[in-house]
């Protein structure tokens, strides 16, 4: 299947700092990605659709000025958490679209604010 | 999307067929049935899809009833590394929205030695 890259596997931030994760797609071109929180025993949750080339598509209660999303090309989206917070503290997962239908997933990123 | 339901829960015994059930009652003609799973910390992994017959791959089958309104997912020979939460969804294809995935509780399945 397509390869979806994560980077950092894992980072810890002191609470206030800003925090960039980078989704790959390595052997295809995604014009949609998607970007998850995943907490502790729980499932994963939807944050936003990153569209190459446009704004981004949040979900509800998500807040698009604290997780900045860039998707400036169509093998890279960025997720920054902004002034990051403890409660910020979570696994973020992307997922890259294929040929409009197979959704292929990154190893995701643990993320600790401290 | 239709919405899915899934035990929370399963054991299986290592070497013998794990059988996951969802039922998805208010799926439409045009949603396809979702197999992902994902081992503990990392991204999901895709397993299997179908629209409404039966399809099997090197991981696993995917068994839809003729109403849809439930499918089974088979590990045939269930080993250690199985051991995952299995996630169904239901979903539209082709266009952007229906590719947003959402994911429910899933199925912890332990297999054990």
């Known amino acids: 299947g397509a390869v979806v890259s994560q980077h950092p596997s894992w980072v810890i931030c002191k609470s206030g700092t800003s925090v960039k994760i980078e989704c790959r797609s390595l052997?295809?071109?995604?014009?949609?990605m998607f970007w998850y929180r995943q907490f502790p025993k729980q499932s994963l949750m939807l944050m936003a659709t990153?569209?190459?080339?446009?704004?981004?598509?949040?979900e509800q209660g998500v807040e698009k000025d604290k997780f900045l999303i860039n998707h400036a090309s169509l093998t890279l989206s960025t997720l920054t958490v902004t002034s990051a917070h403890p409660e910020d503290s979570s696994f973020y997962i992307c997922?890259?679209?294929?040929?409009?239908?197979?959704?292929?997933f990154g190893q995701g990123t643990r993320l600790t604010v401290v | 999307d239709a919405k899915t339901t899934q035990p929370t829960s399963m054991d299986c015994a290592e070497g013998r067929a794990a059988n996951l059930p969802c039922n998805h009652s208010?799926?439409?003609?045009?949603?396809?049935v979702y197999w992902y799973r994902q081992i503990h910390s990392q991204g999901p992994q895709y397993i299997i899809h179908?629209?409404?017959n039966n399809e099997t791959n090197e991981m696993a089958s995917l068994i839809i009833t003729e109403d849809r309104k439930s499918s089974t997912l088979i590990l045939p020979h269930a080993t250690l590394r199985d051991t995952a939460v299995y996630y169904c969804?239901?979903?539209?294809?082709?266009?952007?929205?229906?590719?947003?995935?959402?994911f429910g509780e899933g199925t912890q399945l332990t297999v054990n030695p």
């Open positions: 208010t799926i439409s003609g045009n949603e396809y």
């Open positions: 990153s569209n190459e080339g446009s704004k981004a598509t949040y």
């Open positions: 997922s890259a679209l294929v040929m409009n239908t197979e959704a292929f």
């Open positions: 052997d295809f071109q995604a014009t949609t």
């Open positions: 179908g629209l409404k």
């Open positions: 969804i239901v979903r539209s294809l082709g266009e952007t929205s229906g590719s947003r995935l959402t």
